[in-house]
C-alpha cells in the first residue's frame, strides 16, 4: 500500500461507503483477541436476559472496523496518530449476522504537521453507532 | 451504591509489563477486518519502516483495559463492573506499539461526575516502553449505571 500524500488529499474528499459485514464469530474472534469476554456479545440469550434486543458488537470492535477504513484510506496504519469516538448505540448482530456502513469526509488539512483530520460516520440498521467519531493521519 | 467521586485525581502505579507479539497483533487486526500487511507481515512492516509488526489503532485498548481493572477492583471506587457501559474512547499515538514492545501502563482518574443518575468516570492510561518512550495516551469515559 502506498501511504497517502498531503498533495493528493483536499478538505471535503470523501472515504467510502465501505460496508463491514459482522458475524456472531467476527465477535468471537474479536473476544478472544481483545480480551473481552463479556457474553452480551456472544450469547443470545443472556444478551436478552439484561435488556438487549438481540447479540451486540463491543463498542471496540465497531471503533476497529472503522479503523481498518482509515487505515486503507491512509495506506499505512501506522499513519492514524489520534483516533477516538463515542459509542452512541449499540450493533445488533443477529444470527443471520450484521452490517456496519462507515464512510468519511476530510475535515482539515494542517499543511505544517501534513496531517489530515477525518470525521467518520457508522451505520447500522438506520442507527447512528459512533458520534463525533475523528481520525487524525499522518500524510507524507 | 455511588462512585467514589474522591478517587478524581488519582494516579495509580504502573502494571505490567504487557508483552506485545506478533500473533496478538494479527489476530487482532484480523477480528477488526484490517487488510494492511504491517500488521501481519514483517517484511511489509520494515518496508514502512517499522522494526515489526505494528499494532492497528484500537489495539491500545486491550492493554488499557487491563491497567484500568485497578480503578474498577479498587474496593474503594464502589463500581459495580456490571452496571459499567463503554461511553467514549480515544487515542492519541506517540508511535506505534510494535510486536517486541513490554509495555507498561499508568492508570490516572481524570474526572468523576454524575449525570442523570448515572457516573460518567474519565480515565486516562499512558502506555509506555519499559524504557520509558512513549507508546500511547488512551483515554477512556465509561458509564456507570445507576439503580434502578
Known amino acids: 500500500m502506498a501511504v497517502r500524500t498531503l498533495a493528493e488529499t483536499s478538505v471535503g474528499e470523501t ?27 456472544q450469547d443470545e440469550s443472556f444478551a436478552r436476559s439484561v435488556g438487549l434486543p438481540d447479540v451486540i458488537a463491543h463498542g471496540m470492535w465497531t471503533l476497529g472496523a472503522a479503523g481498518s477504513v482509515v487505515e486503507e484510506w491512509a495506506g499505512d496504519g501506522g499513519r492514524v496518530v ?18 456496519v456502513e462507515v464512510t468519511g469526509t476530510v475535515k482539515a488539512l494542517d499543511e505544517q504537521t501534513r496531517r489530515a483530520t477525518v470525521e467518520l460516520t457508522a451505520t447500522s440498521g438506520g ?10 493521519v499522518q500524510l507524507d | 451504591m ?11 502505579p504502573p502494571s505490567g509489563p ?8 494479527a489476530a487482532f487486526a484480523a477480528a477488526v477486518g484490517s487488510q494492511d500487511p504491517v500488521h501481519t507481515d514483517r517484511e511489509a512492516a520494515h518496508a514502512a519502516g517499522y522494526r515489526d509488526v ?53 492508570l490516572s482518574v481524570d474526572s468523576i461526575r454524575e449525570a442523570g443518575g448515572h457516573a460518567m468516570v ?6 509506555a516502553t519499559t524504557a520509558g518512550e512513549p507508546l500511547c495516551t488512551s483515554t477512556s469515559t465509561i458509564v456507570v449505571r445507576g439503580g434502578e
Open chain 2, 54 to 106: 505494528i499494532a492497528p489503532p484500537t489495539f491500545a485498548v486491550t492493554i488499557a483495559q487491563q491497567c484500568d481493572r485497578q480503578l474498577l477492583e479498587d474496593p474503594q471506587a464502589g463500581i459495580d463492573y456490571s452496571r459499567v457501559v463503554h461511553g467514549e474512547q480515544r487515542f492519541v499515538h506517540h508511535r506505534p506499539i510494535t510486536a517486541g514492545d513490554e509495555v507498561l501502563g499508568t
Open chain 1, 127 to 136: 442507527d447512528r453507532v459512533l458520534g463525533r467519531c475523528t481520525a487524525v
Open chain 2, 2 to 12: 455511588a462512585v467514589n467521586a474522591d478517587l478524581a485525581g488519582r494516579t495509580y
Open chain 1, 15 to 41: 472515504l467510502g461507503p465501505v460496508r463491514v459485514p459482522v458475524a456472531r464469530e467476527t465477535l468471537v474472534a474479536y473476544a478472544d483477541a481483545s480480551g473481552d469476554q463479556n457474553p452480551i456479545h
Open chain 2, 18 to 25: 504487557y508483552a506485545v507479539d506478533a500473533p496478538s497483533l
Open chain 2, 122 to 127: 474519565t480515565t486516562r492510561t499512558e502506555l
Open chain 1, 82 to 99: 489520534e483516533f477516538g469516538t463515542r459509542f452512541t448505540k449499540p450493533v445488533v448482530v443477529p444470527r443471520s449476522g450484521g452490517q
